[in-house]
């Protein structure tokens, strides 16, 4: 069985600083592995993902992740945060690529 | 290009009523995926059609979800007899292959009473 752990329910950088978002995943397969932002009444919008190949994945918005099999990681980073980054992010995982196995949600606050 | 779409956006019903939540999928994407997501938690997957084919239903919570997608294009999601705790949003992705890729669309909100 897969499963995702999103450490912290809540984040909150200042305008400008590092953003860290933690996952930690369970998988008995090699794991597809994605992250989502969810903004207020919307529907989930695909940030990056990691399938095969190169561990560290760059996506949209300046955000990356960097898939470490020896910790069973896939941490999400910005290195400067901007208020519209304010949202709701979900990590998932999948195996052989079909359904999504989502982690509970971290909702990252920014500050001015 | 349109994405994926949902209708409605809000649906409120009394409890015991029956209720049809709609999903468009972007033109030509093989596969849908139907996930609810309650209040303050994840995302959690009901069912997968690849084209008109249910290839798994096993998130269906009880007999009275029922999803279709008879043209392999459309596919709507039927709760019957609602109960309080069927209030989710419930959401809509769509796939040009068989794999995820993470086209979801905006989602009904679903308020039973």
């Known amino acids: 069985a897969q499963s995702v752990t999103q450490l912290g329910s809540h984040v909150s950088v200042s305008e400008g600083a590092l953003v860290l978002l933690r996952c930690n995943y369970s998988s008995s397969v090699p794991p597809y592995l994605f992250w989502y932002v969810q903004y207020p009444n919307q529907g989930l919008q695909l940030l990056l993902k990691y399938t095969t190949g190169a561990t560290l994945v760059k996506g949209i918005n300046g955000f990356e992740a960097e898939f470490k099999k020896s910790e069973t990681s896939f941490h999400l980073t910005k290195p400067s945060a901007h208020m519209s980054d304010a949202a709701e992010y979900f990590c998932?995982?999948?195996?052989?690529?079909?359904?999504?196995?989502f982690g509970a949600g971290t909702i990252l606050r920014v500050k001015s | 290009g349109a994405g994926v779409s949902q209708s409605p956006r809000y649906k409120v019903a009394k409890r015991g009523q029956d209720v049809a939540l709609r999903c468009d999928p972007i033109s030509g994407h093989v596969s849908l995926f139907w996930y609810q997501q309650a209040l303050g938690q994840g995302p959690e997957f009901l069912t997968y059609f690849q084209n008109e084919a249910q290839l798994d239903k096993s998130g269906l919570p009880s007999d009275r979800f029922f999803a279709e997608r008879p043209e392999g294009s459309v596919s709507t999601l039927k709760i019957q007899r609602t109960q309080q705790e069927d209030s989710a949003v419930y959401l809509c992705?769509?796939?040009?292959?068989?794999?995820?890729?993470?086209?979801f669309g905006p989602g009904t909100r679903l308020t039973v009473t």
């Open positions: 998932a995982v999948s195996s052989y690529g079909n359904k999504l196995v």
């Open positions: 992705a769509s796939s040009p292959r068989d794999r995820v890729t993470g086209y």
